[in-house]
């Protein structure tokens, strides 16, 4: 062992005739503990929400979008996705219609986005109709009914109260008509809004309207709701609904057009310049987005809140440094005599430098050591057995996820190391200064 640890980790041993130094280096110990385990938790509980959030929204939502940006919607789509879906790293694609739309059910009414999809193709991009929580997504995969259902006088609301009142073959026909009509999935909030639930008639009318003698009025659909599904996303559970593309194609008179493609690829930091190629190979009048784009304010929130975390926190860790400074200092000024006898028998002032650098980096070794050792403890306990439970109605997730990483792990020490070695420059360079002759001379 070099000699200036020798006599470091015998200085930290040693009992001490001021008790009062030893609790201040067992304190900057416990603080610099305290500090690394807590960094490691809050970006282990930062890491485990964002990774929960893309996650969730991946399943969501497509890695890539390709829409058109000229005309009413994309024409020869069915060629375009069989042309693209055959690009480098393009798993599956699906055509989409997104359209705004207004959702009643007797006085309650709510906008929403009605999205018009294919199942057999949405299940490959998205897990959205995995999500059904109520009900069934098997009716979107209906043949579609030959033409456009009537639309009766009845408001939905009306026509569900005199169905108690009508005779059993009025009732049976009602039900009949009623399951002829074209299917819709709900999400959760807005069924809750309107007080709507399986089986329930819902009116869904487009604000593009259609011509008629009398002039332009709104063009509107009566839909079953056939399912609701819980994505734990509460702008989707709100405001989105899901029909058949045809039905989609019909409220909006689009004919067989789709305003949107979407794409799964196989690397989703790859999507940006996926998309861009994709693009380019579309044509001109094209447009593509991709997740990241999509969700760039969301990201940008967690990762300065993760900044955040990390300052604040990170302040038990220059308190901590403190008290490390402020024990090296006393230890100083308690060993001036043992320095001076160590000087006056050779030792270098090198030497007693590299002495409390040593001392101090002990500390901070120890304590980064075990503070690593109860944060990554904790946190597998907190992931694996679910200690911090929450609100699902709130969070969509029943408890704190926690997700750590050895990066993180190693940014954390390398803070709190280089804290502890910066907290020991004073009082080592004071050290070093002593003189051998003024120390010893009242001796």
């Known amino acids: 062992m070099r000699f200036e640890l020798f006599v470091a980790t015998r200085y930290l041993r040693a009992k001490r005739r001021q008790a009062f130094i030893g609790v201040i280096t067992g304190i900057s110990i416990a603080g610099v503990a305290a500090g690394v385990a807590s960094l490691i938790v809050a970006l282990a509980i930062n890491n485990g929400f964002r990774q929960d959030l893309r996650d969730r929204l991946l399943g969501s939502t497509a890695h890539i979008s390709l829409m058109r940006i000229q005309g009413d919607g994309i ?3 069915r060629a375009l996705l069989d042309k693209l879906s055959r690009e480098p790293h393009v798993t599956a694609a699906a055509p989409a219609i997104y359209e705004q739309v207004l959702i009643s059910r007797g006085p309650r009414a709510r906008g929403a986005v009605l999205k018009g999809m294919l199942p ?4 490959k991009v998205s897990d959205l109709l995995k999500s059904v929580s109520a009900g069934s ?14 639309i009766p006088n009845l408001a939905p609301d009306q026509a569900t109260k005199n169905r108690e009142s009508e005779p059993p073959d009025a009732l049976n026909a009602v039900q009949q008509r009623i399951a002829a009509m074209p299917p819709i999935i709900l999400g959760k909030d807005m069924a809750d809004e309107l007080g709507a639930a399986v089986g329930s008639v819902v009116l869904v009318t487009s604000p593009q309207g259609e011509l008629t003698p009398f002039g332009m009025v709104p063009k509107y659909i009566r839909f079953r709701v056939a399912g609701i599904f819980n ?20 409220l909006f008179g689009l004919g067989d057009l789709i305003s949107v493609i979407e794409f799964k690829v196989d690397d989703i930091y790859k999507a940006k310049e996926i998309a861009a190629r994709m693009e380019q190979d579309a044509g001109p009048g094209f447009m593509a987005t991709n997740w990241m784009e999509q969700n760039k304010a969301l990201f940008h929130a967690l990762r300065l809140e993760r900044l955040v975390t990390f300052i604040t926190i990170g302040l038990i860790v220059f308190v901590a440094a403190l008290n490390i400074l402020i024990s090296l200092t006393m230890m100083v000024m308690e060993k001036t005599k043992d320095i001076a006898v160590l000087m006056s028998m050779g030792t270098r002032k090198s030497q007693v430098r590299r002495l409390f650098l040593a001392q101090g980096m002990l500390i901070g070794l120890v304590g980064t050591g075990v503070g690593m050792i109860l944060g990554y403890a904790l946190t597998w306990a907190g992931g694996h057995y679910h200690l911090i439970s929450l609100s699902p109605e709130v969070y969509s997730i ?8 050895p990066l993180d792990g190693l940014l954390v020490a390398a803070v709190a190391i280089g804290v502890s070695f910066v907290a020991t420059l004073y009082p080592s360079w004071s050290a070093a200064r002593i003189l051998p002759a003024e120390a010893l001379r009242y001796e």
């Open 75 to 77: 024409k020869d789509w």
């Open 137 to 150: 997504a098997q009716a979107l995969e209906e043949n579609p009914p030959s033409s456009s259902p009537v």
């Open 120 to 123: 057999q193709y949405e299940r």
């Open 231 to 250: 994505s734990g996303f509460y702008d989707y559970d709100t405001s989105w609904a899901f029909t058949r593309l045809t039905d989609a194609q019909s």
């Open 398 to 405: 029943d408890y704190v996820p926690f997700a750590p990483r």
